[in-house]
């Protein structure tokens, strides 16, 4: 079945730590990549997006993301995580010729100071 | 980014009433809002897709007669729990997207207890 996947389920990094966090898809055709972060008690938000062009998107508060269409893959990546970076992080797939928003697992990713 | 708010954040009910959630897009006009429901540590999982105007599009295993979806205007979506079990208990959340916009924003959510 199509599906967007999330690796890692819980990560804990101590602060200052590099992050990067997995996610593959399998839709095939053109489709459009979010990231989402949900902090504690909090509605989600969106970190950043790709629809074309620059593969490497940068976000908010620091975060990257590379779409590599031969992997099917659109990684999230910080290179020194925060404390405040505690929360939970979607990927989600825009599938091709349909409204539809599907997202992954989620990672809980928790930093220590 | 673009508002959209969800109403109640919170609703306890007894087992067999109906609940009403409201999606309502407050700067912009949502053709396409999108219902979910997520499980405690877990991920979101679509429930219907609705266009203004138009019946909603239902999820594989998602009963359409228990989870009763309106977009009468572009501004408006309303999810209703019919017959509520505790089984239904969950934090559901709506999103709305405007025309040619691929972007989906996000409401605040709301926790159901079902007692």
């Known amino acids: 079945a199509q599906s967007v996947s999330q690796h890692n389920h819980h990560v804990i990094l101590s602060e200052a730590a590099s992050l990067e966090l997995g996610c593959n898809y399998s839709?095939?055709?053109?489709?459009?990549l979010f990231w989402y972060v949900q902090y504690p008690g909090q509605h989600l938000q969106l970190l950043l997006k790709y629809f074309s062009g620059d593969p490497l998107v940068k976000g908010i508060k620091g975060f990257e993301a590379e779409f590599i269409k031969s992997k099917f893959s659109f990684n999230l990546r910080k290179p020194s995580v925060q404390w405040s970076d505690t929360a939970e992080y979607f990927c989600?797939?825009?599938?091709?010729?349909?409204?539809?928003?599907?997202f992954g697992t989620g990672t809980r990713l928790q930093v220590f100071p | 980014g673009a508002v959209v708010s969800q109403h109640p954040s919170r609703v306890i009910c007894k087992s067999g009433t109906s609940v009403k959630i409201e999606c309502r897009s407050l700067?912009?006009?949502?053709?396409?809002m999108f219902w979910y429901r997520q499980f405690p540590k877990q991920s979101l999982m679509l429930m219907a897709t609705s266009n203004e105007g138009s019946k909603a599009t239902y999820e594989q295993g998602v009963e359409k007669d228990k989870f009763l979806i309106n977009h009468a205007s572009l501004t408006l979506s309303t999810l209703t729990v019919t017959s509520a079990h505790p089984e239904d208990s969950s934090f559901y959340i709506c999103?709305?997207?405007?025309?040619?916009?691929?972007?989906?924003?996000f409401g605040q959510g709301t926790r159901l207890t079902v007692v």
């Open positions: 839709y095939g055709g053109t489709v459009n």
């Open positions: 999103s709305a997207r405007g025309t040619g916009n691929t972007e989906a924003f």
């Open positions: 989600a797939v825009n599938a091709p010729n349909t409204d539809k928003l599907i």
């Open positions: 700067d912009f006009q949502a053709t396409t």
